[in-house]
Every structure is written in structure tokens, then in C-alpha cells.
């Protein structure tokens, strides 16, 4: 019998069984490339239990909504020792530009929903035209299929007008749940631009209080900025650590742990990563390093590389590169840059937030992006970059069309750069691998010469 996507109950069947063992691959093979941090692993079951773990279909088992703490692993919420809370609405993110904290206030969990998962990926190519980007069509995919709680579970979706790619599945993607479309001013040189924004938020908040049934005043504001603000102070306390000559942690592993964030509450996510500070703060005082020195230290930069599409950063690490850092909204862009209050009052905060996610930001749907340029060159200084990957989704436009860019601020400063093309599928792992390998090669050339 077939659903009103018409996927039946036997192509359900199988795109779970799929879908659930190509994230189980990825997370083995992400704990396998070095020792993982315990305080790590609490992430690395948040990730197992939103894509491996949620088969209720076929195992039986319940599944909640991400607000449910019991998402985050039984584990976590003893080493947290904390009680769980009274249910809460989850309100579905299609981009890093939705405000966290408003949703925070408004006393819901926001959840982000930009999937790397193959499976979805092929059923949204159903729905989606052929040459748009491989992430929207996972969103759409998991919209049709219905087998994802973090997707089922949410109560409305806010899409961000960033992209056309974006723009247009916020149109597609409400025939299957209610959807905001939240516009974006394409400029943010001066106050006229972060106006467009904050009169967006606030029509943005009578949409949240309809879901959650609570009003949204400056209290709940000024909490929800600082439950988000906790989680960026320990996410740059991290980045400490991971500035060192060597490496303490894989980073392809550092890339799971900011995964994990779209599927936890901050405050949650924050107190397992100061967890987590302190076994870096052990390790490197015990000298416990997973790199070796002379490999190649490496950043990877462009399209949005989110779970389980984590095949880049394994196989540059495979390859016997370190992966030191990384620039994309899935990584530590999305926890970059902290809202700066000046003014208290509820506009004050308001404004604060319009201001924080437009004017930092250093997505390329802005007309003018020098700010990325100039966040990439600080990058490779702190962290000692001897190579950039530049990886860019296939129908990704906004980030390709920046490459050249890149390549010649890259040639400036003498830092081999490299395009790398991927889609959501395992057909093109091999030419990675190829083209990854001798990128890696090159560097070691050039360091031993």
C-alpha cells in the first residue's frame, strides 16, 4: 500500500535499511582513523541515534523528537547529570541563518535539517530537478520518505531564501510540512541591509509563538542568547586546542562533533564540549598527539559538508593529510561568531541579532564576500594550512562561482589549492581518492624540498 508520496512500504523498507548502513559506515570509519576522545563519543551516539537508531518501522522501536533529551544517548545525560525537560516543540532549520536563539526563546529546539544522506538524496531526485544541489534534494527526500524523526518530528520548517536552490524548495518542501520562507538581503554593507533582516525576525516571531504557544519576551531572549553564546565560548576554547602544531583530536571527528549540534540542544551541546575541552587540555599535557609532524595540514572550504556526506574529510585524512581546520556552515562557521549585545532592551537584542547573522557572515549568497577571503587568509595563519581543499557540491553555484577567487588569493600567498566535485552517492569516491592523494603528495614535495 502505497503512502501519499507514493513510496510504498517495501521501497520504505529498503531505503531505511540503506540509509541507516551507509551512516553506520561513516561513523566506524570516522571513530577508526584515531583514538576518539571519550568525552567525543556522547556526539558520535547523537549522530548514530538521528540516522542509524530511528527505525521504528522495521526494529520496533519508539521514536521521540529531538527535544527529547533521550536523543543525545543515556549516556550523556548521566555525564551531564541532568533531569529530562518538559517537552518541547522542534522547529526545523534549512540554514545556518535562522536565528537559534529566537527559536530558543520562543521555548522550542530548533533542529537543523541539511542532510548529507544518499538515500534521501535519490529519492528528493524524484522531486527536485536534476542539476540542483544534492543537499536539497536530501531535505526533500527525507520530506517524502518520512523516516526521519528529526525531519517527521518538527513542527514547522524556516527556510532561509539564501540560494535558488533554497529559495525554491522553500516553495516545494511546504506541500509536505508548513513552511516559512525567511528572506535574506542580498547586501549587508550598512544598517539598510541588517534592516531588511531584523523586520524579517520580527514577523518571524508571532509564526514561532503560534507553534509553541509561548510568547517571546526579553527574558526568554536574553536566554536564549546566552544558552547559544556558551555553546560558541566552548566551540573557540576548542579551537585553542586545535591550533596546536599537532594535532589532539581527527578532524574529521571535530567535523561529527559540530554535526552533532544540529541535533542538540546548546545548552546540552555545550556542556559535553567543555567535557571534551578538558580531555584536550589532558592530552596535550600528556602529549598524546594523533599527527605526526611533516603531514601535511590541510583546510577544507566551500559547500556545506554535513552528515552522513563526510567522504572529503575521511578520505583526506586516509590519505595521510590532517584535516586542521575547516570554513563551511556545518563546521565551525556556524558557531563562529557570538551575538554581541550592546543595548538590552528587546529591540536592542533584536538588532543584535539581526546584525550577528548578516553582517559576519561570510556566505557566498552575499553580493560582496571579501570578508570570506580575508576569514580563509586568517585561518591559514592560526592554524598553519599548507593546502586548501575547496570543496564545492555538484549544482552548487554560489560556492563555485567564488573558486577563482580563492585560487588567486590562494596564489598570492603560495598555497597549493585545490576544486574538488562531489555529489551525494559513493560513485566518485574513487577519482577523490585519486585527486586527493596527490594533492597530498604535492604538499609533501613541496615541504620536503
Given at each position: ?71 543525545c544517548?543515556?549516556?550523556l ?31 522550542a ?18 522531486y ?49 510540512k ?16 541588517t534592516?531588511i ?13 503560534n ?29 585553542k ?11 574529521t ?87 554581541s549585545v ?91 581518492r ?16
Amino acid at each position: 500500500m502505497a503512502d501519499q508520496s507514493g513510496i510504498n512500504e517495501r521501497q520504505r523498507e529498503l531505503f531505511i535499511r540503506k540509509s541507516t548502513r551507509v551512516a553506520a559506515a561513516y561513523l566506524k570509519r570516522a571513530k577508526e582513523l584515531a583514538e576518539l576522545p571519550d568525552a567525543a563519543k556522547p556526539f558520535f551516539d547523537v549522530l548514530e541515534n538521528t540516522y542509524v537508531n530511528n527505525v521504528k518501522e522495521i526494529t520496533g522501536l519508539e521514536y521521540t523528537s529531538p527535544s527529547d533529551f533521550t536523543r543525545c544517548g543515556a549516556e550523556l545525560l548521566r555525564m551531564a547529570d541532568i533531569q529530562k525537560p518538559e517537552e518541547r516543540k522542534s522547529i526545523g532549520t534549512l540554514c545556518v541563518m535562522v536565528p537559534a536563539e529566537l527559536v530558543y526563546a520562543a521555548g522550542a529546539m530548533p533542529v537543523r535539517l541539511c542532510s548529507g544522506s544518499y538515500t534521501a538524496y535519490s529519492i528528493g531526485d524524484d522531486y527536485i530537478p536534476r542539476d540542483a544541489c544534492p543537499l536539497v534534494k536530501a531535505v526533500m527526500g527525507f520530506g517524502k520518505i518520512k523516516a526521519l524523526p528529526a525531519f517527521d518530528n518538527c513542527s514547522l520548517l524556516v527556510a532561509p531564501v539564501t540560494c535558488d536552490c533554497k529559495k525554491k524548495l522553500a516553495g516545494t518542501i511546504d506541500s509536505v510540512k508548513d513552511t516559512i520562507p525567511l528572506h535574506i538581503p542580498p547586501l549587508k554593507k550598512d544598517d539598510a541591509d541588517t534592516e531588511i533582516f531584523l523586520k524579517e525576525l520580527y514577523r518571524l516571531i508571532p509564526l514561532l509563538e503560534n507553534v509553541t504557544g509561548k510568547q517571546v519576551t526579553a527574558k526568554s531572549l536574553a536566554e536564549g542568547i546566552n544558552m547559544v553564546g556558551n555553546a560558541q565560548y566552548e566551540m573557540s576554547e576548542f579551537l585553542k586546542y586545535r591550533r596546536h602544531d599537532l594535532s589532539l583530536m581527527s578532524g574529521t571527528q571535530v567535523m561529527a562533533v559540530m554535526n552533532a549540534y544540529s541535533y542538540m540542544p546548546a545548552n546540552i551541546w555545550a556542556e559535553q564540549m567543555h567535557r571534551l575541552n578538558e580531555e584536550m587540555k589532558l592530552r596535550l599535557s600528556q602529549g598524546r598527539f594523533v599527527s605526526r609532524k611533516n603531514q601535511p595540514r590541510i583546510l577544507v572550504t566551500g559547500s556545506p559538508i554535513a552528515f552522513p556526506n563526510i567522504k572529503v574529510p575521511l578520505l583526506i585524512e586516509e590519505m595521510g593529510g590532517v584535516l586542521a581546520a575547516d570554513e563551511t556552515c556545518m563546521g565551525e562557521r556556524g558557531l563562529y561568531d557570538p551575538v554581541s549585545v550592546i543595548d538590552a532592551s528587546f529591540d536592542g537584542m533584536m538588532r543584535s541579532l539581526a546584525s550577528r547573522y548578516t553582517k559576519p557572515c561570510t556566505c557566498p549568497v552575499f553580493v560582496d564576500n571579501s570578508q570570506r577571503i580575508y576569514r580563509i587568509k586568517q585561518m591559514i595563519k592560526e592554524h598553519k594550512i599548507q593546502g586548501v581543499i575547496y570543496h564545492v557540491l555538484r549544482g552548487c553555484l554560489v560556492y563555485d562561482y567564488e573558486y577563482q577567487l580563492m585560487e588567486e588569493a590562494m596564489g598570492k600567498m603560495d598555497i597549493p589549492i585545490i576544486r574538488v566535485e562531489s555529489d551525494y552517492n559513493e560513485e566518485d569516491v574513487e577519482q577523490l581518492r585519486i585527486r586527493i592523494e596527490a594533492f597530498i603528495e604535492l604538499i609533501k614535495m613541496r615541504t620536503s624540498a
